[in-house]
Each structure stands twice: as structure tokens, then as C-alpha cells.
């Protein structure tokens, strides 16, 4: 009559996404208790402190919490994790300024109890209450054999004091860190979304431009690394770029994207072309929507931008207009690159912009 | 060109957008009826046994992928479309291996989704730009490496979901690359069979690599 099923902890797992920092074991405490991340990793930090307990802690729950591909935990990984548990908590016990003369019989007498309390550990019933009583009987006698002389306040002076702190502050900071989440979001909900919507109801006109940024903003808000690329690569400023182009011209400018790479001199360029592009779709073709595509792969970089408004006759564009000849042609053969521009009246417009790698 | 009226169930959360997809929606397609979560929408769509069902992603008790697994069993005629506001890959690829025939931003206007419920009808894939960059996306790392497990797009799928990717529709598609409409067609949606079949593990961690899971 095995026991170890009982003793996993089921809706504890580790972590594997992106807020995992070493195992996921932190992300994962957090998660099941519904707290913020960083409270339950300063927990182990400050643990670490006390006489190593957070780092013993931390292996012994990396042992005993299962990650979301394992279904079910060895044995020797249970125990081992168990063990490295009870371990830290003896520091932690020790840490906090209690002698090893109680902690040591308080380990003891509390291993009998639990053994007492029904888990058997595979160990017959009969067995298990003898261990139990040894235990238990072992640890008062070592307690009473290294305290005859001693006086509760010498054992318990500095500990108390550091337990009661703790058990004072902790779901203080708990609160605290609930309270700062939920305060965050209201005051996100009321500087962006109410703000948008009396603006809105004060000038319709401008409602496209306005629900757009608003989407937006609250787009990046939701999903940090999910919708929006990494700071200071090329999706990054060409979604950035998108983003003024929308704001200037009240016009919608999608961008889909696959590859990435990182920003120099000719990705730099590549963007401003891009950006030139965009807005030269933005002013003139009338068309209420741009595709902007970026495909970044090792053979190369190719991005364009699509309009479906009015289009123009290539053949007839003025000299004077500097927009096309030099803001996009010259830029990017000045870094190597090719800008092709297909158009006709009626027909929109397509920009092509490459980079060979 | 006259078409038949198709008939098409509302799955969606929000009242409100509900309504606006009802108001956009052109005369060829008939809401019969609506559900906001997937208890409701289950018993519905059996019960009416609509053309299409448009999906949404995210909703209350689950998530779209939900309601097409517990329908398509039983009423393999339902063809589903999704249709949300999510800019995850990850949400997006889950419906679409669930069954749906295609995937477009609620930015959508009125007579692309009537388009589009039709195509859907027909038998046919839609795929919004967006869809066509994670698709892209997915099958990118194969070039390399050359997975078995997932079986490579051809150079004309390729090409086709890129100018999807570039904002084209199918039509002008058709005429940039020389072909039929039909042909284009058939092209999508030999794309939305390879990622439907394509091995868990190789989506998985296509997934993984991009940190999505």
C-alpha cells in the first residue's frame, strides 16, 4: 500500500514557457498560488540567505514537482526531493536563529507524527507505528537530554523573533503584490481605453485613428512577446514603423511577418525605404488598409508593401517626385539592395524592397 | 453571379460583435443562429446542422477548437471558420488542426467574411495574411532540416501563400501567377492539409523554438 501517489502535489508543475528562469519551478509555485513571480523568487533568495535553506529548497522542488510533459515521477525522484525538502526546512529552522538542540528533536518528533498520521511510505502499518514511535521516542529524549539546563528563552530568543516576523509580514507583502497588479490594470483600463472612448464620443471623426492606436496599445499591453517583436530588430522597426504611418495618416497598416534579423546599417535602410513606402501608400492611393509583409530568411531580406488604391502611371511620375527616385530607389542601392515598384492607374501599387544576405 | 444562401451559426462572446458581424454580413448569408460559449454552441449547431459555423477563438468555457471537436463527429457537413482577434500563432494553429477550413482577423469588412463563409462552403480554405505568415512560419525551419515528419510545401504553395501573406486576394493571384482561380484554390487548401496532417511533434516544437508553449 504505496503512498507516494498521495504525496504529489497535482496542481503544482513546473514551468516550461518563457517566464521560466531555471527550471520553472518559481513561475510554477507562483501560478498554483496565483502570485506574482517575483514574490515567490525573492522568497527563495531570502531562504538562500538563511544558511543556504532557499537553495536545498529549490532542488528539492525542482526533485518533486513534475514539468508538463512528465506524467508521473519516479520513485527515487520523489524520495530524494522529499528528503532535500525536510533538509531545507531543518536549515531554514536553524537559519532563523533556533538551536540545533530543537530543531533537530522537533525534525524527529515531526517525521513520527506525519508517519503516525497515515502515510506509510510502503511501510506495513505495524512497521510504521514502531518507526514512528522510535522516532518520536528519540526525539524528546535528545530534547530533554540537551535542554535539562537550558531556559526557553536561550532556545528561542532570536528565533521567535525572526518566525513572528515573518509570519507578520508575508501575507502583508502578498497582499501588497496583488493589490500593485490589480492597480496597474486600472489605471492602464483608465489612462488608455476610458480616455480613447471620451475622445471618441467628442470627435467621431477621428474614431478610426483613435480605436487603432488604442488596439494597438493595448496589443503589446496583452501579449508583450507574442504580438510584437523583440526590441531593436528589423520586425521590431518595421512594426514600429507601421505604427507612425497608422498614427499620421489614419490609415490601417497590417503587418505580417515570418524571420527576423537584427538592425545595421542595411536593415536600417531597408526600414526607412519601407517607411517611405508606407507612407507614400498612406497619402496617395486613397486606399483605406496596407499590407506590409516581411520575410526575413538566410538567403535573403524581402519586404513589401501593398496598397489596392489608386495606383499611377510609373512612366509619367515627375522628376520632383523625391519620394520614389530617392527615399526608397536610392536608399537601398546605396546598401546593395533592390527596390522594384509595380503600378498602374486603378490597379494599387506594390512595392518590392530585397536584401540578399 | 447568384449563390445560394448559406446558412451560418454566430459563436462568439460578445454581444456586441455578434451583432456587428450579423450587420456586415451581406444577404447571400443567413445567421440562423447564435451561442457565446461552447455549451451553448454544441447542442445548437447539432440541432440546426448550419453550412458554417463562425468561430471564435477565445470564448468563456473553452476554447474554439472545443466546440469543433465535440461537433465534427457527429455532423461531418459543418464546416467551421475561425475568426478573432488573436495575434497568437499558437491560438490560431490550435483551431485550425482542430478542423477549422480557415482563419481571419475580426478587422475583417462585411463582404470579405461573406466571401469568405462562402468559400468555406464550398469546400474550399481561407487564408487571412496572417494566417499565411504563421503557416510560413511553421514550415520555414523544414527547408533545412528537412523534416520527414512534416511534409514541405511545394514552390508554387509557397509562392501562393506568400502573396497572400503580401495582402493579395485570390483572384489577383490567379492573374499574377498564370493561373485559374481554381487552381489557386487547390493550392490553399492542399496547404491546410499538410498542416492539419503534419505530426503533433513537429508542430509542438515549431511552437517551442518560437517559445509559444
Known sequence: LSSFGKLRLPFVQRTAGDDRVVAGVCSGVARALDVDATFVRLTFAFLAFVSGAGIVAYLGAWALLPSPDEAQLGRRRHVSG???LVWAGILTLGGVGLANSLVWPLALVAAGVVLLSGRTFGLSEKRARLVAFVLIVVGIVIFAGNNTRGTASTLLAPGSVAVALLLVLAPWAWQLARERERADLAARVHDS???TLTLIQKDPADARRLARRQERELRSWLYPD????AEGTLADAVESAAAEIEELHGVRVDVVRTGNAPLDERTRALVLAAREAMANAARHSGSEEVSVFLDAGEEGISLYVRDRGAGFDLTAVAADRRGLAESIRGRMER????????????AGTDVELGLRA | MSRAVRRVVLVDDHDLFRAGVRAGLEKTVEVVGEAGSVADAVP???????????????LPDGGGHAVIMQVAQERPGVKFLALSVSDAAEDVIVVIRAGARGYVTKAISGQELTDAVHRVADGDAVFSPRLAGFVLDAFRGGETTADPELDQ???????VLQLIARGYRYKEIAARLHLSARTVESHVSAVLRKLQLSSRHELTRWAAERRLI
Not at chain 1, 507574442?226 to 517583436?229: D, L, N, P, V, Y
Not at chain 1, 546598401?335 to 486603378?346: D, K, L, M
Not at chain 2, 448550419?50 to 468561430?55: E, K
Request: hydrophobic residues 50%.
Open chain 1, 82 to 84: 522529499l528528503l532535500l
Open chain 1, 226 to 229: 507574442r504580438a510584437s517583436a
Open chain 1, 335 to 346: 546598401v546593395g539592395g533592390i527596390a522594384r515598384i509595380e503600378s498602374a492607374p486603378g
Open chain 2, 153 to 159: 510545401l511545394t514552390p508554387r504553395e509557397r509562392e
Open chain 2, 44 to 58: 445548437l449547431i447539432k440541432d440546426l446542422d448550419p453550412d458554417v459555423v463562425l468561430l471564435d477563438v477565445h
Open chain 1, 193 to 195: 481605453v476610458l480616455q
